[in-house]
């Protein structure tokens, strides 16, 4: 079946580069996001965010990927692309509303999202997935105003307990019930601290990555304290 609005390249991850060091911490350090209900990734362009979730799409499943942009702010276009994502990651759901939307001209009015969404719920709980992460980059494009952060602020509380969503853009992300679920303990919040290189990845990435031998002190003046806003040899 084709649906001719679906944009497949947005729900794939991009590959692992030959040339990006592995980061096991890194990895480790986001696979907690299956123990919440919501994990926030927030940190500037060039800190590698894309990059880490593409090493742990390679080496989690399963992992329903969405590469957002700003023509997704359209609730018809987030909804579609979350429902084709959906089945093609999880076959077993079915009864999704995708011909539905495939066909909306817009004749009829508003597009009835609630109750397409709370479909979309429904579809995922009676398929009784297994433990699943949503991963939703550059999400900062869609939570700032609109329909869509009520829209993810509603899947995020009602998805079935194995669906978990991580959501990774730059700051600030917020939602509607955020507050309430911070308070909850369903929410892990990662920052660029989490990406930073610490000693160890530099030394690794200059001699395994680059065939470069760096001295002790040449590794010291590459590493970046988030907390003091410099240079420091202390981590």
Partial sequence: MTFSRVLRTKLIPPPCN???LVRPRVN???KQALDYRLTILQAEAGYGKSTALAELAADLRPVIWYQAGQEDNDPLVFLLQ???ALQHTLPEITNLPTSFLDAWDGAQGPLPWRGILDQVIN???DASISPTLFV????HLLTESGELPQILDRLIGLAPVNFHVLLSGRPTITLPTLTRWRAQGEVLLLDQVVLTFNKGEIDSL???VY???LTGDEVDSFVYCPFCGGRCAGR
């Fill in 136 to 139: 939703l980059d550059d999400a």
């Fill in 206 to 208: 200059f001699g395994n």
């Fill in 123 to 125: 579809a995922m709980a």
């Fill in 82 to 84: 979350l429902c084709f």
């Fill in 28 to 30: 480790q350090m986001l």
């Fill in 211 to 213: 065939g470069m031998e």
């Fill in 18 to 20: 030959a040339c990006t």
